[in-house]
């Protein structure tokens, strides 16, 4: 992959220390939820936290009440040596969280947790379990890839890097090698490299994976079968990087990239057919795309990490509203409530950006957006 989009391709890590000051003040400085109360205040929507404590949330799914949460973790203890970037430490804090609401209070607690990470010595800017996905009580997650140079282990645990995993009863079974079809067919011809990093499970029992690294989609079938699917060609001067999906309310797969730099908006939501994997159109004008979503009415969500913002597009209009680094997003189908995933680059514990300490990573809840 070219070097251009390698900052993008892999959200989280340490290339976000370099996200611009202007972007990191504008993040810290002022954007806050909203008291919560029912209904709206003045017109606007209503924010909500419902969770806190959560290590790096990457993709949510909604299912059935429920809202589950991919994890990524933190920077471990081993450290693996000094990189352009500094040192890289794994570990084993990965996690899939579930966050339902009990009576009058939100909870969470985490499924599985022990999946590999990796990221900063302080624990920032992780890597790990990115994308989950929850269809009638069965749970999927996708993990990243590290490239053999980079020295992580391959012996269990850390084997499940590159893997769909099947997540039941506090344990995550491989059920697909994702970053096995990258090295054997290299679908978009440019150098062999994967990070598996979303996944919708569809209503027949497939599963759909966005190779992010791979600049194309992996399809799984029922029995773990993986094989390519959809190729997405460069745009714009810049590779396509599919790093979220969701499956529109007409039935069709939406897929969310990164391509471009933050301030220019190249960046499509892509329509592909389910079966076929033909691509049928798409959306452009974004910011790089981190979650994608949709209401039952077909109004789609797009949250824009760099951009700070989630953005809904209903028809020709778009609607803003501001979330500090938004990875995730997931809509409830019946109600329309928003959840999406903020300050998705810091751990429980906050991180530093441009000098200022962040707040930790929070779920938050909107309603009459």
Known sequence: ??????????????AHRHIGASVALAATAGIAPASASGGHFDGKPVIRVIAKG???????????????????????????????EGPTCIGLTAAVSKVFREGDAWKHHRLVDGPSSAGAPDGGFAVGLSGVSARHGSVWGVETRAPPEAGVPTAPPWNKLGKLLSIDRGRA?????????????????????????????LPDGRGIVADAAGNDLIVVSRSGRARPFTVFRDHDKHEAVPASLALGPDGNLYVGELNG????????????????????????????????????????????????VVTKVSGARRTDVKVPFPAGVAVDPRGGTVY??????????????????????????????
Request: hydrophobic fraction near 35%.
């Open 173 to 201: 079974r491989i059920a697909a090698d994702i970053s096995a079809v990258e090295l054997k067919y290299n679908p978009h011809k440019t150098a062999v490299d994967s990070n598996p990093y979303a996944v919708p499970a």
């Open 261 to 308: 730099e933050p301030a220019k908006p190249t960046a499509r939501a892509w329509q592909v057919d389910p079966w076929s994997g033909k691509i049928l159109g798409w959306k452009s004008g974004f910011g790089a795309i981190t979650g994608i979503g949709f209401n039952k009415r077909g109004d789609l969500y797009v949250s824009r990490l760099f951009a700070g």
């Open 340 to 369: 999406v995933s903020a300050w998705s680059v810091a751990d429980r514990d906050g991180t530093v950006l441009e000098g200022r300490k962040t707040p930790g990573s929070q779920i938050w809840k909107i309603r009459g957006f």
């Open 54 to 84: 959560l290590d790096h949330p990457r993709r949510l799914s909604y299912d059935h009440g429920r809202l589950y949460v991919a994890e990524a973790g933190r920077g471990g203890k081993m450290c693996l040596g000094e990189g352009p």
């Open 1 to 14: 992959m070219q070097h251009s989009s390698s900052a993008h391709r892999h959200i989280g890590t340490s």
